[in-house]
């Protein structure tokens, strides 16, 4: 067997970004902005709905101030589109545009873009703006929604419905219910949550009136979709006529994928002022200006045998999709979905998936997109049928599980599970968290007048499907090796791990590769980066293009050593008849091309249609204080199936954060709308809590990989993975230690001291009467 590759597939490189970023050298949107350059600001709403009449010509003649954008001045601008709709029976959408016209929606729909020549002149204008506020009744979170003679979001949207539509076979489902030994129930809030990134949106624009070009510079998570976005749909310009630069971004989730309007009026300013714009959004204007993540209410039902094998499985879910539609928002709910099954044979299923309208942030992807809440529904469900029959959570598992020889398997909502061993990591996390002596350590917490808690998920998504991503790999003159694909880091560390994959190829250190994203016009095509799908498609577009190189490096190589090129192997950057000393390095093999430069690329593309499906068990322990409210997590324990580890020190960062995400919105994170004007209560970081490193335990990770055979380099995409096992978990180990302390078996995320604290009172209370 050879022995591995130094910096090739599987090993623990260290990310090449970050001695830059260390050190202060990272370049983001906002450092970039080209001086001079005017400073644009958003007026936005501050009612959650309203008639609105605006009047900006005292504003407009304000010193500094260069243009204001008002509806009225953009009539020839098409809405932002929503990119998901069924094929059969479409949906019609509600217009988004780009400014609001007569009427607002939500805290923060923007009604004016003002430019001025510094940021205080722009913000002295945008205050002298004139608008006459007509407030109207408001309607916040789906459950008010759709309640008879609730407020109208969309005066077209009778009950605030865009959709109500069946996953799965009803009737099926209804037969097996009807014959059930038992049936276990659940009700459950996934909260809406922020997608706290480091770097808030910031862009600029440069017109060059000479082309009648525009180059918008973004903090975005793919250039190609946005362009296509806003020249097709929004600024009606060929494409050719605006290149899209995305340099270092500072976290993504999902958030930052989406056209939104301030690229639009950037391009519009800058094209009618014929100067650069800027803008950047401040921390507050995010809470109010950038779409919003999961808000589900979901009712889930399991029907049972008497002795725990799962029949059945019916759920109602509504999601919130805020006052419009934004790029992916109604798929959420919908694809995830789709989920619900889990890793469980459960042969009838039916969802009812209703897509509601508030007035509220619209709602879109955010880090695991639909998965994560799927997952925290069926987890929740599976551990209130252990506690219906009483079984242990392990083992209504291991009976319900889907067996290895049951692989492919086909689940109910038509997704096909290609691999996997799901009861053999769910046994090591076990182990690991010595799950048997647990009662143990529950009973000396007890002495010390706690309550100690114990649950786990199993959990999987589907990920890596975005469609065609391609490659181009090619040599440069030097012998380093330039890699241009379409994907966007955010900080995953793609610049490391596509460099080892051109490493387990070439041989090459990473300092000799050199990978361009985000430009344009540099690179012709791409998907950016969601759905944790750079590895499984852009890492198999990069092995290929790779691949495609070395043989013409080889073909070339061949005709200077007088060989075939059979007989020719590459490595360390130099090309060699194998089992001799003659060999010729990359420069020198580059030379020999000449003007033929296609002899010095390689390209390919891939397309995940299938997907891949990474799984795996997640276990958490914590700690109650019965008297504060207050949980500790002492112990975390993941135990993943990602099929094969590209980089495990990479892969870890990825499943810590990921946690990390999760428990802050198991514990702690809310957005909250007042129920009365919509108002947003949760509006900064005074409101609204993160997890800090004090809230996290260590974490133990490792996998269990079983290569994925529908991807040619047996990866499972991992990105998102974290975020989906750690709600159930944490949340699972919470209800239960309250369940067998105190025979509470339900607490809804976030699961804060004050609502632990309420609980147990109310149980005390109700045992005292």
């Known amino acids: 067997m050879a022995a591995p590759i130094k910096f090739g597939v599987g090993q623990s490189v260290l990310r090449k970004e970050d001695d830059a970023l260390i050190r202060g050298r990272g370049r983001y949107t906002d450092d970039l902005a080209p001086q001079p350059a005017m400073h644009a600001l958003v007026l936005r709403s501050p009612h959650a709905h309203a008639k609105f009449t605006i009047d900006a010509g005292r504003a407009r003649g304000l010193p500094g101030v260069a243009l204001i954008l008002t509806a009225a001045d953009i009539t020839d601008l098409g809405d932002l589109p929503c990119l998901f709709n069924f094929e059969v029976d479409p949906f019609t959408g509600p217009p988004?545009?780009?400014?609001?016209?007569?009427?607002?929606?939500?805290?923060?729909?923007?009604?004016?873009?003002?430019?001025?020549?510094?940021?205080?002149?722009?913000?002295?204008?945008?205050?002298?703006?004139?608008?006459?506020?007509?407030?109207l009744p408001a309607v916040a979170g789906v459950a008010n929604a759709v309640k008879k003679g609730a407020p109208q979001v969309w005066p077209n949207k009778p009950g605030n419905i865009l959709f109500d539509v069946p996953v799965g076979d009803k009737k099926a489902t209804e037969e097996v219910f009807a014959k059930a030994h038992a049936v276990a129930e659940i009700s459950i809030v996934n909260p809406?949550?922020?997608?706290?990134?480091?770097?808030?949106?910031?862009?600029?624009?440069?017109?060059?009136?000479?082309?009648?070009?525009?180059?918008?510079?973004?903090?975005?998570?793919?250039?190609?979709?946005?362009?296509?976005?806003?020249?097709?749909?929004?600024?009606?310009?060929?494409?050719?006529?605006?290149?899209?630069?995305?340099?270092?971004v500072g976290g993504g989730f999902g958030t930052k994928l989406f056209p939104y309007r301030e690229y639009a009026l950037l391009a519009v300013a800058s094209r009618k002022l014929k100067k650069t714009v800027r803008w950047a959004a401040d921390r507050s204007e995010h809470f109010i200006g950038d779409a919003q993540g999961r808000d589900n209410v979901t009712t889930a039902r399991m029907a049972l045998a008497e002795d725990g094998k799962f029949l059945g499985m019916d759920v109602d879910l509504m999601g919130?999709?805020?006052?419009?539609?934004?790029?992916?928002?109604?798929?959420?709910?919908?694809?995830?979905?789709?989920?619900?099954?889990?890793?469980?044979?459960?042969?009838?299923?039916?969802?009812?998936?209703?897509?509601?309208?508030?007035?509220?942030?619209?709602?879109?992807?955010?880090?695991?997109?639909?998965?994560?809440?799927?997952?925290?529904?069926?987890?929740?469900?599976?551990?209130?049928?252990?506690?219906?029959?009483?079984?242990?959570?392990?083992?209504?598992?291991?009976?319900?599980?889907?067996?290895?020889?049951?692989?492919?398997?086909?689940?109910?909502?038509?997704?096909?599970?290609?691999?996997?061993?799901?009861a053999a990591h769910m046994k090591r996390a076990m182990e690991v968290a010595n799950w048997k002596d647990f009662p143990k350590r529950a009973k000396l917490a007890k002495k010390a007048g706690l309550v100690r808690g114990i649950g786990m998920s199993s959990y999987v998504e589907i990920c890596g499907t975005m469609g065609d991503e391609t490659a181009n790999v090619r040599l440069d003159l030097n012998g380093d090796v330039t890699v241009l694909i379409g994907t966007q880091s955010s900080g995953q560390g793609h610049h490391t791990a596509y460099a080892q994959i051109v490493a387990e190829q070439f041989g090459l250190p990473p300092e000799r590769v050199h990978i361009h994203q985000g430009d344009t016009d540099e690179i012709k095509t791409g998907l950016g980066t969601g759905g944790s799908a750079s590895i499984p498609t852009g890492g198999v577009c990069v092995q290929r293009a790779t691949q495609d190189l070395g043989k013409k490096l080889k073909e070339l190589a061949a005709e200077a050593l007088e060989t075939s090129a059979g007989d020719l192997e590459i490595n360390n950057g130099v090309v060699r008849i194998a089992g001799t000393d003659r060999s010729i390095s990359f420069a020198d093999v580059a030379k020999r091309a000449g003007s033929d430069t296609g002899k010095l690329n390689g390209s390919a593309t891939f397309n995940s249609a299938d997907g891949t499906y990474p799984n795996g068990t997640h276990i958490a322990e914590v700690e109650i204080d019965p008297a504060t409210g207050i949980i500790k997590i002492i112990n975390y324990v993941i135990v993943d199936d990602f099929g094969v580890t590209l980089n495990p020190m990479l892969l870890a960062g990825q499943v810590h954060g990921g946690v990390t995400q999760g428990i802050g919105q198991a514990l702690m994170e809310q957005v909250v709308y007042s129920p009365s004007d919509g108002q947003l209560m949760t509006a900064t970081y005074m409101d609204y809590a993160l997890p800090r490193a004090a809230d996290v335990s260590s974490i133990h990770f490792e996998t269990h990989n079983v290569p994925c055979k529908t991807n040619p380099m047996g990866v499972k995409g991992a990105g998102e993975a974290g975020a989906i096992g750690s709600c159930p978990a944490v949340v699972n180990a919470i209800i239960e230690g309250l369940w067998r302390e105190y025979k509470i078996d339900h607490i809804d995320m976030p699961a804060t001291a004050e609502r632990v604290w309420i609980a147990i009172r109310e149980h005390q209370r109700r045992h005292s009467l």
């Not at 780009?98 to 722009?122: N, S, Y």
């Not at 600029?204 to 946005?226: F, I, M």
Request: aromatic share 8%; hydrophobic share 40%; glycine share 8%.
């Open 192 to 248: 809406r949550v922020v997608a706290s990134f480091m770097e808030t949106r910031a862009a600029h624009c440069e017109y060059d009136a000479k082309r009648d070009h525009l180059t918008l510079t973004v903090g975005s998570q793919g250039s190609h979709r946005l362009r296509d976005v806003l020249c097709q749909n929004v600024l009606k310009i060929p494409v050719e006529k605006m290149r899209v630069i995305c340099p270092d």
């Open 320 to 422: 919130d999709m805020g006052a419009y539609l934004s790029t992916f928002g109604p798929y959420i709910p919908h694809g995830g979905a789709g989920m619900l099954p889990g890793l469980y044979d459960i042969q009838a299923f039916h969802c009812r998936v209703r897509t509601v309208f508030t007035h509220t942030v619209p709602v879109d992807a955010y880090r695991g997109a639909g998965r994560p809440e799927a997952a925290y529904v069926v987890e929740r469900l599976v551990d209130a049928c252990a506690r219906k029959l009483g079984m242990t959570p392990d083992a209504i598992r291991k009976k319900n599980f889907i067996q290895p020889k049951a692989l492919p398997y086909k689940t109910a909502t038509g997704k096909v599970y290609d691999s996997g061993d799901f």
């Open 96 to 135: 988004y545009p780009i400014l609001a016209k007569d009427e607002v929606r939500h805290v923060g729909d923007a009604v004016a873009f003002v430019v001025a020549d510094t940021i205080d002149h722009a913000r002295d204008a945008v205050e002298a703006i004139e608008v006459n506020w007509s407030p």
